[in-house]
T-cell receptor
């Protein structure tokens, strides 16, 4: 059973550019959540996808968007990058969308905006 | 809104010392509570969880008890090891939702 994998591991972008981050969920998991972890802070919830539909969203602007594919892998897209978008982006997959279900995290993508 | 407050770090201990990392929460309804650990350069790993009041979660020598009366979920270990050095996050989910609300994390540094 493979775990949650994210790509790329590191990325440097220029302010105003667009970026796409990718996540392959653990086998059999139909729910993917994305989190932003700024340096020295706890992860903040961006949004969640369940069976290809957005199932909840945190306090992030619309330039943060996502997608989930039929194989339950997922993408996070960020448009018009700002310096404050520099962070570790974590993807977590879980067996279902129900509470108490363990979330398995990937190693993250470190995004630096210059 | 829902929130988690953890003690500020870093916590610096010698090997075999006792550990307590405080965590308190504010939540609507009846949350489930979690401790996650993040080793350098890695993602988060679930350490333990408790889903109702008075439940005790335990794993790898770590324990935490869900205290509804004090809205707390303090992490404890009787004897820490150098390999326990990491950042520890307290988190919660609220009823019906699986999205996590995290505290800011507490760094633990254990020296030989």
């Amino acid at each position: 059973e493979t775990g949650v994998t994210q790509s790329p591991t590191h990325l440097i972008k220029t302010r105003g550019q667009q970026v796409t981050l990718r996540c392959s969920s653990q086998s059999g998991h139909n729910t993917v959540s994305w989190y932003q972890q700024a340096l020295g802070q706890g992860p903040q919830f961006i949004f969640q996808y369940y069976r290809e539909e957005e199932n909840g969203r945190g306090n992030f602007p619309p330039r943060f968007s996502g997608l989930q594919f039929p194989n339950y892998s997922s993408e996070l897209n960020v448009n018009a990058l700002e310096l404050d978008d520099s962070a570790l982006y974590l993807c977590a997959s879980s067996l279902t969308v129900l509470t108490n279900t363990e979330a398995f995290f990937g190693q993250g993508t470190r995004l630096t905006v210059v | 809104g829902d929130s988690v407050t953890q003690m500020e770090g870093p916590v610096t201990l010698s090997e075999e010392a006792c550990l307590t990392i405080n965590c308190t929460y504010t939540a609507t309804g009846y949350p489930s509570l979690f401790w996650y650990v993040q080793y350098p350069g890695e993602g988060l790993q679930l350490l333990l969880k408790a889903t109702k009041a008075d439940d005790k979660g335990s794993n790898k020598g770590f324990e935490a008890t869900y205290r509804k009366e004090t809205t707390s979920f303090h992490l404890e270990k009787g004897s820490v090891q150098v390999s326990d050095s990491a950042v520890y996050f307290c988190a919660l989910t609220v009823s019906g939702y699986s999205t996590l609300t995290f505290g800011k994390g507490t760094m633990l540094l254990v020296s030989p």
